[in-house]
């Protein structure tokens, strides 16, 4: 199925027009290329941890490209897990699953094959990041991948659009980015191998992506 057709199919899964519409601009900041670069470190089969996982839009569309790849989405909001799992259903996908877990107070009993976290560490407290980095940790087997794409502090001036936009979404949620080498060093220190890069966009995002392997 291509990208585009991809990409209706999630979002007609949704009732709401309100998270429809939150759904194809999410779409639009992550976009084809960026979703192919993200997904080319997933194993298509077993368990993926989707941290933080709204509405379930992203952790749909990477279990429709690959009928082996189980997801496990996760998020504090309640109202959203219903409607990721409602939108599951409604695609029939028996591979996607949800549960309402409050990232900072994250335990989990079964192993996972990989897990990614998108736009959501700058979301979290600060000293509630390397529990959840360690939990994670814990349930990876060696070599496992973690994939986090989050919002860089420089240049100033993007980190400055995106805030004002998080802000437009959520006023009182917290946001706390972080300096690139900072999250880098907690990641290392955690026990993953990582890489990192900037993901340059046509949009202004300072967009940042780290690659980390359980060592």
């Not at 300096?179 to 990192?196: I, M, N, Q, W």
Request: charged share 25%.
């Amino acid at each position: 199925m291509q990208h585009a057709e991809l990409v209706k199919r999630v979002i007609r899964a949704y009732d709401d027009p309100v998270v429809r519409a939150y759904c194809q601009v999410r779409f639009r900041i992550l976009h084809q290329r960026f979703m192919r670069e993200i997904e080319q470190y997933l194993p298509a089969r077993g368990v993926t941890l989707d941290v933080g996982c709204g509405f379930g839009l992203f952790s749909l569309y990477f279990a429709i490209k690959s009928p082996g790849r189980s997801i496990l989405g996760i998020d504090l909001d309640s109202r959203r897990i219903q409607m990721a799992t409602c939108a599951a259903q409604r695609l029939g996908l028996r591979s996607a699953n949800y549960q309402t877990i409050d990232a900072q107070l994250f335990r989990l009993d079964q192993p996972i094959d990989a897990a990614y976290m998108l736009d959501i560490v700058h979301h979290i407290p600060r000293e509630s990041v390397r529990p959840l980095l360690e939990q994670i940790h814990d349930r990876l087997p060696t070599g496992a991948p973690l994939i986090v794409k989050d919002i860089g502090r420089r240049p100033a001036w993007k980190m400055g659009f995106t805030w004002l936009l998080d802000k437009l979404v959520d006023f009182k949620a917290p946001v706390s980015y972080w300096e690139v080498e900072e999250l880098r060093t907690l990641l290392t220190a955690v026990g993953f191998d990582v890489k990192c890069h900037s993901m340059v966009d046509y949009l202004p995002y300072s967009h940042e992506l780290f690659i980390g392997h359980k060592s």
